[in-house]
């Protein structure tokens, strides 16, 4: 098994997934003892690749995690897209998909989740990132107001859909949601709020 390992890992590097193994590696690490508990080293053990490698892609540990959540945060996004794209867009139901796959995003992923937002390691890749996420939602708020563009009224309807999604998700991966002894499923409780928050067009 560890021969097999040696080999993947090394035909993996000739190919160019250096950068790839070692972010799986990390997330793998991450995901079992946080980002605390993750060393460089360990991600070299687990990707099958000497401890000089990292040094190809990333000046250090932090610049692993920086890669790892900008990483993450573009995988957020495109399963977020997704299933507003199971909608026309635009529409309530189409809102309301993109927050309930965050929500999921968050119950499947919770370290990564947590990760994500903690802090931004001042890296002005993971911001952006970032607004590519927040901006798959404010296109859709655009789109619903009839706008061809995202403007301040855009944004102001916009927060609080982010904002109650954002929120239960931490409540939800945090344990913390038993207090409410709601019956209503995540999907049943975000396209509620989500219905609610909306300011109510004529045509619906």
Not at 78 to 92: D, M, N, Q, V, Y
Not at 141 to 164: C, H, I, Q
Request: glycine fraction near 6%.
């Amino acid at each position: 098994m560890a021969d097999t390992t040696k080999v993947r890992a090394k035909n993996a590097y000739h190919h160019g997934d250096l950068r790839q193994q070692l972010l799986n590696a990390t997330r793998q690490l991450v995901e079992e003892k946080g980002p605390d508990g993750f060393s460089v080293s360990e991600a070299c053990r687990r990707a099958g690749v000497s401890t000089a490698a990292p040094y190809r892609h990333f000046s250090d540990k932090t610049d692993m995690i920086a890669a790892l959540i900008v990483e993450c945060m573009k995988e957020m996004t495109a399963r977020l897209i997704e299933a507003g794209a199971a909608h026309p867009f635009g529409t309530i139901e189409a809102i309301a998909a993109g927050g309930i796959e965050y929500v999921h995003f968050a119950e499947t992923n919770p370290a990564m989740f947590r990760l994500m937002f903690s802090e931004n390691y001042g890296r002005s890749e993971i911001e952006e990132a970032g607004h590519d996420c927040y901006n798959s939602l404010l296109l859709q708020v655009a789109s619903y107001l009839g706008k061809n563009e995202v403007d301040e009224e855009v944004l102001r309807e916009s927060f609080p859909l982010w904002t109650f999604v954002h929120g239960t998700s931490f409540l939800w991966i945090d344990g913390k949601a038993d207090f409410a002894k709601t019956q209503q499923s995540v999907e049943e409780l975000v396209s509620e709020a989500t219905r609610r928050l909306l300011p109510q067009r004529s045509q619906q």
